[in-house]
């Protein structure tokens, strides 16, 4: 008989439990057992990282860990960057003002890779966006426009740092759920 | 989607690991990072009946270096391969090869211990560890044993890892004075497995190569030191290079998809030469 | 049609539609579109994102060789499974056939009529056909019963090859023999052609099989709505497939329902049918919901593919670079079953001579049955293939003679009143030579090579596509334009939405006529049932058909408006004007809320169904001549460079620019969108994709073996909109869906032509087939 085990994954900021099959992928486990759609399944092999979600601040495919593997941890996907009032982040903002979507299925991974690079707080030139970029494959823009728009809020990010911290600032904007180093 | 159902075991230490594994005989698989074994269960190349999961055991996460050796825990993941600051210092072939590794998601959860004992002939790691003849530490849970990275890579997805056996650790030399080092690879697509890699390191003295050390991955069932190359370079000026790497020996490239076995050792021929003789100015600037 | 709206005026009777930019207020606006939002918030639910509680899984069973007979078939194990709810056989299935030719879809060409079974019952015709369909209550009991559905088959000889499969007493695919479609162009005197020519250049060129990989696999959810209608909420591109799915169920097609959510790509992939039978199948018998979802692998196994072709071309020309004559011979691997093999066959002959005007030519097109995957539509239909037949040829000449590939493109481009060889007239303005001039225009100087053993080189490509489907499949679309009362509008139209912005620029067209602003509109979209039906979301036709049909609508309804309006306050009509809060003409000024009222008193609808008809023409025939085959046609140029590797064979893209004549950009955000997405997606084809076939047996496993390109294979791809305010669709608008796709493969072997002096002829042109061009060349170096 199958084994089924109960996880509690915190996603986007939600404690959530549910009891399923061991075998159970992170993504089946958020698609089929707590109905989070928006990680899709393009390829199961990891390539094309539309499952791509932000696994306690990491970016992680998430056809490829097991939910029993991450119990216990803090899941961001890219329904967890709108915010509560179904506004868009900055990010995601500029997703919208470049037109960096268009059928949109590759969108969710997308965000969460460009949200992950984007955490360390390091300014990145054109080509190093594309570098930092390249696990996520894009089938209809061409991905002009998806650089344009992480440019745009890398460079946003840093004015308001700026504004903050004045010219000393880090520049860092670390998603609140990312951890140091292999602390587990 | 259409995963065979398994058991899933966690174990809190790796030694519990390999109990496991006595345990539930050869239907049971490792699962640390999960980069190599999930896209093979996924597509029913595997179908284990449980998988024992390391990826949260404790211990084997250190880096340390000590008499000249750079030891790495199994569970160091390739994101802290390449962006550590010791192992930068202490042997930049490593981490600039770990920071080559597919992308951020593969580098922040694959680890070290999983991708040697995955033994892919295209995969970055193990070439860097033919050409710094590292050896690694296995354990079956009641002793341990070392095994030279040459003698632990068999071939193709084969090594010499026991079935109650998994990888503690790696032990590799630190980057000696006057070295210099190269890592190149070559994917039809950008972060895809290679079609050929290299790994190379060399020391010059006088303005000629006096040691070399040098092994391609993607051109045979395992990567492989190519000691003829660095036979036949010693004394060589940089410039040099070229005419003195021939034809590769030991090498047994097959055809696929990607490329051909010809084009395959053509690319290995061409890297070889294009990693010494970077490596070679390295060096020069070392000294 | 004959309304004349501010901003956009129809010449009598072509069908041809101008505008002038000045007077237009939205069109041409770079408006955030309305599906953005929602898909960037991560809400947006696509075909396999809904579930049902209680809701079934299915799953196929798939022949695991390329031609063979199946001698035996047991469920029993599968069907002992917990959870296993039924397996399906061909014989479950009321009508086990998927006709080719059903109206609506296709028409019968060249006396074709070709079938496939829905679930094989017999013979086997390719690698992953569909043979058993289970379902279960869970994705697990799935995966455990499929493997034991016992299936024997007994190997039969297969063909696999162009020439194998055409020669005589080869293996028959089908009984009526190997030979699907042909087609034939004679037009002049070819022969007197050549024998006058200056020059002749030859060539032979070989075009892949291609996956459409788009990133959404097949898809989708069935249930028995409260109606008692079967509903399929499918990823398609082709709601009108209800029709299709009731006759194989054998019940009436009013009692079929399809619902295209946004689609998560489509390409022509999702325009065959998908799982729309199958999910049919299993909720029909099990009277439960169901969902499909197809594996990546999956996909890439058994979807059709694009056509491989080979292409031979003998062009001779004058001395000064005018070509007088083409001889092309064309022959295409159409794979186990027809699909659209026919058509796509009949696109490449129509557009086999290029965007140039050639009197003389002989056209030979094949396509030929083999046990190899199916092939059918992907963007370029047809066209696109033959791009890297007549660009290469082009270019031969250009070195030959000793022109520019500039020069000797403008000398030969069409021009408004050309006929095509296939006695077709263009009607609208061409714009391939300020095409030409704005990529070379706007490229900066050739760099210099990065080190010693590399090159570099520059190469254009330009092309022509038609938009619009054939003129004898008697096309129409309809949408419907309604106010609300509180002045917002509600846009209904069949139209599926596959990531092209098809959808939303119908809100944009709406918003220019009625002056209501974008954010107060809302369209709903593909449902074969609650929205006017408008065709399929292929051929480039969209914007030509469901944006006249809308454009229409809101003109219909906006003159209701103005009529009741002028009737209640005793003024003339032609004065008015909407700008979405008032309507005022003179000394008139009612607010729009007050206008719908005088409506509602007066009996006039706020409401307008516009239905709009492609043009018309005869089907044609085997041997080619016809007056119209297209509505029309898009035009267009690339430029590239490269950087060529000499040791390792590798093509680094520096710079990409594509130049289009759109006519008119309705929303240019879309139309940059599509513009660099085509050619990116032609750059994979050009460098990197290939579905590897060997003896019928598809080897492409995954994702990690079909190389789409990622954001590091591609250079940045500047999109040149030109606009001549002059095409078939509303406000002048050409369309551009598929036209960008063609250039790139052609651009990219004349780029490395000119780095190394030799041109790659075979795609995708791999880093191998880059040394063997050197080695042709001279110019391979020694590995060191």
């Not at chain 3, 898009?634 to 893209?653: I, K």
Request: charge should be negative; glycine fraction near 10%; proline fraction near 5%.
């Amino acid at each position: 008989m199958t084994q089924t085990v109960a996880v509690t994954i915190a996603v986007n900021g939600q404690s959530i439990t549910r009891t399923a099959g061991a075998h159970l992928t992170l993504l089946r486990w958020l698609r089929d057992a707590a109905d989070i759609t928006d990680p899709k399944y393009g390829c199961g092999e990891g390539v094309c990282g539309a499952c791509t979600v932000l696994v306690d601040g990491e970016p992680t495919a998430s056809c490829l860990v097991l939910a029993a593997q991450v119990d216990g941890a803090a899941v961001t996907t890219a329904a967890g960057l709108t915010r509560a009032d179904g506004s868009l982040n900055p990010l995601q903002q500029e997703f919208h003002a470049h037109h960096a979507a268009q059928c949109g299925f590759c969108t969710p991974g997308m965000l969460m890779a460009a949200t992950a690079m984007l955490a360390d707080g390091r300014t990145r030139t054109r080509a190093q966006i594309r570098e930092d970029l390249h696990g996520n494959l894009c089938r209809c823009t061409g991905y002009g426009p998806i650089v344009d728009a992480v440019e745009a809020a890398q460079e946003r990010a840093r004015d308001s740092s700026a504004a903050h911290h004045g010219p000393a600032g880090n520049g860092s904007a670390r998603n609140g759920s990312a951890r140091d180093g292999d602390a587990r | 989607m259409f995963i065979r159902p398994f058991r899933f075991e966690r174990a809190e230490r790796l030694a519990d690991a390999c109990e496991l594994l006595r345990q539930h005989g050869e239907d049971a698989k490792i699962i640390a990072g999960g980069q190599s074994l999930m896209p093979m269960i996924n597509l029913g190349l595997v179908q284990p009946d449980v998988v024992i999961d390391i990826s949260r055991a404790v211990g084997e996460r250190d880096l340390t270096s000590a008499d000249g050796y750079l030891r790495a825990g199994a569970l160091v993941t390739h994101a802290r391969l390449a962006a550590d600051p010791l192992v930068r210092q202490a042997q930049p072939l490593l981490s600039t090869a770990a920071s080559r590794i597919g992308n951020a998601r593969v580098r922040s959860r694959g680890t070290l211990g999983g991708s040697l004992a995955h033994s892919d002939p295209a995969a970055e790691l193990p070439v860097v560890m033919m050409a710094l003849g590292a050896s690694y530490e296995l354990t079956d849970g009641r002793g341990t044993r070392e095994v030279r990275a040459e003698d632990f890579h068999v071939t193709f997805l084969t090594t010499a890892l026991e079935p109650d056996e998994v990888v503690l650790s790696v032990r590799l030399p630190v980057l000696g004075p006057g070295w210099g080092w190269s890592f190149l690879e070559v994917s039809r697509r950008h972060g895809d497995f290679a079609i050929a890699s290299v790994a190379a390191l060399v020391r010059l003295a006088g303005g000629v190569v006096v040691e070399s050390r040098v092994a391609a991955g993607g051109v045979s069932g395992r990567a492989v030191r190519l000691a003829d190359v660095e036979t036949g370079l010693t004394g060589a000026a940089p410039d040099q290079i070229g005419e003195r790497v021939g034809e590769l020996q030991g090498i047994q490239p097959l055809s696929d998809a990607a490329a051909s076995d010809t084009y395959r050792a053509h690319l290995a021929r061409v890297l070889v030469t294009r990693a010494l003789t970077e490596a070679s100015q390295r060096s020069a600037v070392a000294a | 049609m004959t309304a004349d709206v501010r901003g956009s005026a129809t010449l009598a009777g072509s069908g041809i539609r101008t505008s002038k930019e000045d007077e237009l207020r939205i069109v041409r606006q770079p408006l955030a579109r309305a599906d953005q939002a929602e898909k960037i918030a991560g809400s947006t639910r696509y075909a396999g994102d809904l579930a049902f509680t209680g809701m079934l899984h299915a799953r196929l069973v798939r022949a695991p060789l390329p031609s063979a007979r199946i001698v035996r078939r047991d469920a029993t194990d599968a069907f002992a499974v917990p959870g296993v709810v039924c397996v399906l056989f061909g014989e479950d299935v009321p009508h086990n056939v998927v006709w080719v030719d059903v109206p609506g879809q296709t028409v019968a060409v060249a006396a074709l009529k070709a079938s496939m079974e829905v679930l094989a019952t017999n013979r086997i015709r390719f690698h992953g056909e569909p043979v058993a369909l289970v379902v279960a209550e869970t994705e697990d009991a799935l995966a455990e019963a499929c493997d034991l559905v016992e299936v024997d088959y007994e190997d039969l000889p297969g063909v696999y090859g162009l020439d194998e499969a055409l020669a005589d007493g080869a293996p028959a695919v089908h009984e009526q023999g190997n030979l699907l479609g042909e087609w034939r162009i004679d037009t002049g005197d070819v022969t007197a052609a050549f024998d006058g020519a200056d020059v002749v250049v030859s060539g032979s060129y070989e075009t892949q099989f291609v996956d459409h990989a788009y990133l959404e696999p097949e898809a989708g959810v069935g249930w028995i709505d409260d109606d008692g209608v079967l509903t399929l909420r499918v990823a398609t591109q082709v709601v009108e497939h209800y029709r299709d799915v009731a006759r194989i169920l054998g019940v009436a097609e009013s009692k079929v329902r399809v619902i295209a959510p946004y689609v998560g790509g489509g390409f022509g992939g999702k325009e065959d049918m998908t799982v729309e039978p199958y999910l049919a199948l299993a909720v029909m018998r099990t009277r439960r919901p169901v969902r499909m979802q197809w594996t990546r692998q999956e996909s890439l196994l058994a979807r059709p593919k694009r056509h491989r072709m080979r292409l031979r071309y003998s062009t001779a020309a004058r001395r000064d670079g005018t070509i007088v004559g083409q001889d092309i011979d064309i022959t295409a691997d159409s794979g186990a079953y027809a699909y659209l093999s026919a058509l796509v066959l009949l696109y490449s002959s129509v557009h086999a001579c290029g965007p140039y005007r050639v009197d003389n030519v002989r056209l030979r097109a094949r396509c030929a049955y083999t046990n190899n995957p199916p092939t059918s539509a992907f963007r370029g239909f047809g066209g696109m293939q033959v791009v890297f037949g007549y660009e290469s040829q082009i270019d031969l000449l250009a070195r030959e003679i000793g022109i520019s590939p500039e020069e000797i493109r403008k000398r030969n481009a069409l021009v408004r009143g050309d006929v095509l060889p296939v006695g077709q007239e263009i009607l609208t303005e061409v714009q391939l030579s300020q095409t030409i001039d704005a990529v070379t225009g706007r490229a900066g100087p050739l760099p210099s090579p990065s080190g010693p053993r590399k090159a570099v080189g520059r190469g254009i490509a330009s092309n022509i596509q038609s938009y619009g489907r054939l003129v004898w499949l008697n096309d129409s679309a309809a949408a419907w334009v309604g106010f609300q009362l509180d002045g917002s509008l509600s846009v209904r139209c069949g139209v599926p939405d596959i990531g092209g912005g098809q959808a939303s620029s119908l809100a944009q067209i709406a918003s220019e006529v009625l002056g209501v602003p974008m954010a107060a509109i809302t369209v709903h979209f593909g449902d074969s049932a609650l929205t006017p039906l408008a065709g399929t979301t292929t051929a480039t036709r969209q914007l030509l058909m469901s944006g006249n049909a809308a454009y229409e609508a809101s003109v219909l309804l906006r003159d209701g408006v103005f009529g009741a309006v002028a009737a209640e306050l005793g003024c003339p009509a032609e004065g008015l004007s909407l700008d979405g809060d008032q309507v005022t003409g003179g000394p008139v000024a009612v607010s729009l809320r007050e206008a719908l009222m005088i409506c509602r008193r007066r009996n006039v609808p706020i409401e307008a169904l516009g239905t709009f008809f492609g043009p018309k023409g005869m089907p044609v025939v085997r041997d080619l001549h016809a007056e119209r085959v297209f509505p029309d046609f898009t035009f267009g140029t690339h430029l590239c460079d490269v950087e060529v590797d000499l040791d390792t064979g590798q093509v680094e893209l520096l710079c990409y620019l594509a130049a289009h004549d759109v006519g008119r950009a309705i929303n240019p955000l879309s139309v940059h969108g599509q513009i660099s997405g085509a050619a990116a997606q032609g750059l994979g084809m050009a460098l990197l994709e290939e579905v590897v076939v060997a003896d019928g047996v598809n080897l492409t496993g995954g994702f990690f073996q079909y190389l789409i390109p990622a954001s590091t294979d591609l250079p940045e791809i500047e999109s040149i909109v030109l606009e001549s305010g002059e095409g078939m669709g509303p406000f002048g608008a050409r369309g551009i869906g598929e036209p960008p796709i063609g250039p790139p493969a052609a651009a990219v072997a004349s780029a490395i032509q000119d780095a190394i002096g030799a041109r790659p002829t075979v795609l995708p042109i791999t880093p191998e087939h880059v040394l063997d061009c050197l080695r042709a060349s001279g110019r391979a170096g020694s590995p060191g």
